[in-house]
């Protein structure tokens, strides 16, 4: 399967800033006809809307609140394309005082968070002739880094559930793509301590839209992704990406 936004229309969670942002804007300048921008404060969406105008739809959501996510699909129905951008970060590692807590919360929002809006799109996506669903996770999903380790553990976990998504929206022509960022130039890095080494939130939003069209289910799109991404291709090929259940 691949997947050519242009002409398209697109939900974008997290979408007033970051790597959010760009993605709505790559989106847009490879020719989506319209962007939910799927944010807490509506507002925070204002910049978008000023630079592309009727383009950009803003509409309240909250990863926190699941009745937002419900209210979402309902409201983008009309959508053939949903990137699950919005997540969470605490730097807790495993002996930290507050790391069952951590954990707790990422889990919460960067992976039931990505379960119901797996429940709440695909119906849509289906009726609207099959689509494509991107999940944002990340090379900690692959390689735990022990300051971050209650993230690492939750992308991990997202990362299972990408690929029995990828396994299961596939049976109704749903394309769906796992998204492992390196250090992205985004507040979430500048917080965590990476921003000297951080790389431009367009390779994310560019990489997207190349690989849809490539029908690529793995993206690794900055410098230290393609590192982890290169070692790691022979596995996703053999192991992760193939029906095993053939032998």
């Known amino acids: 399967m691949t997947f050519d936004v242009n002409g398209k229309v697109a939900l974008v969670t997290g979408a007033n800033r970051g790597i959010g942002k ?13 962007v ?17 105008g009727d383009r950009v739809v803003p509409i309240p959501f909250d990863l926190a609140q ?22 969470v970060l605490k730097n807790a590692g495993p002996l930290a005082e507050d790391a069952i807590a951590a954990l707790q919360y990422e889990m919460e929002m960067n992976v ?33 880094f022990a300051d971050f ?33 390196g250090p992205i130039a985004t507040d979430m890095a500048q917080d965590a301590g990476l921003g ?10 560019d990489g997207i839209v190349t690989a849809l069209k490539d029908g690529k289910f793995h993206l690794f799109p900055d410098t230290m992704a393609k590192q982890v991404g290169g070692a790691y291709e022979s596995f996703a090929s053999n192991v992760v990406e193939a029906n095993l259940m053939e032998g």
């Open 22 to 34: 760009a993605i709505a804007e790559s989106l847009i300048q490879h020719g989506a006809t319209k």
């Open 36 to 52: 939910y921008a799927a944010v807490r404060n509506l507002d925070s969406a204002q910049s978008l809307v000023e630079t592309y």
């Open 66 to 87: 699941p009745d937002t996510i419900a209210q979402a699909a309902q409201t983008a129905s009309d959508v053939d394309l949903v990137v699950n951008n919005a997540g």
């Open 112 to 144: 039931f968070g990505l379960m119901r809006m797996a429940q709440a799109f695909a119906p849509v996506l289906k009726a609207n002739g099959g689509g494509a669903l991107v999940q944002l996770n990340s090379v900690a999903s692959i390689k735990n």
């Open 149 to 181: 380790a209650t993230y690492s553990a939750s992308k991990a976990a997202a990362y299972s559930i990408t690929q029995a998504l990828r396994e299961k929206l596939g049976e109704q022509g749903t394309l769906v793509v796992s998204v492992h960022p």
């Open 196 to 205: 000297e080494i951080a790389e431009p939130p367009s390779l994310v939003g």
